[in-house]
């Protein structure tokens, strides 16, 4: 039997899972030729497994101005979502291990994300170009795609919900 997925706020000891699950999901989503984005590419980009934590311990710390929730199966992370109230409130991550994709867990976690920003200021988020499944599930949440972004990582368009006042 399948244990429930529980969905919360994440804690330090979370970010190394959070890490992994990262990892897991660009490897798996994002080499492309065309783009030059290749899996060697990616694991140079993560092979700093020290740093990279370290990010996101100090991302889970409480803040007015970002949050990060996790979704568990028991003690393992299997997905997360990290939103930022900056100059733009934004979607900085979410991320949901292949095997664990189409079974609600991404849905719950944006709408965690939606309702700590509000409807008050547009959301953004930023996605590959060549993400055709991240666009659509972005898309059933009122998302619409502004254009090209650089990042310096991978290619990127953002994408727009506007506010609901």
């Known amino acids: 039997m399948k244990k429930p997925i529980e969905i919360y706020p994440a ?10 699950v990262q990892r897991t ?19 140079a980009h993560f092979s700093d497994k020290k740093k990279r934590v370290a990010r996101w311990r100090k991302g889970v710390r409480e803040s007015k101005d970002s949050c990060v929730w996790v979704a568990k199966e028991g003690k393992r992370v299997v997905g997360f979502c990290e939103a930022l109230k900056m100059k733009k409130h934004r979607i900085g991550t979410i991320y949901i291990l ?6 609600g867990i991404g849905q719950a976690l ?12 547009n959301i953004y988020v930023g996605v590959a170009p ?16 502004k254009g090209p972004v650089e990042t310096g ?5 953002e994408m727009v919900r506007k506010a609901r006042p």
């Open 130 to 145: 060549y993400n055709t499944k991240a666009i659509n599930f972005y898309k059933k949440f009122g998302f619409k795609i």
């Open 153 to 157: 990582q991978l290619p990127e368009i």
């Open 11 to 20: 804690k330090i000891k979370d970010t190394i899972g959070i890490f992994l």
């Open 110 to 121: 944006m709408t965690q994300a939606l309702n700590w920003f509000g409807k008050q200021r």
């Open 98 to 103: 292949p095997k664990y994709q189409h079974r």
């Open 25 to 43: 999901v660009w490897l798996a989503t994002y080499p492309n030729k065309e783009f030059g984005v290749t899996r060697n590419w990616i694991k």
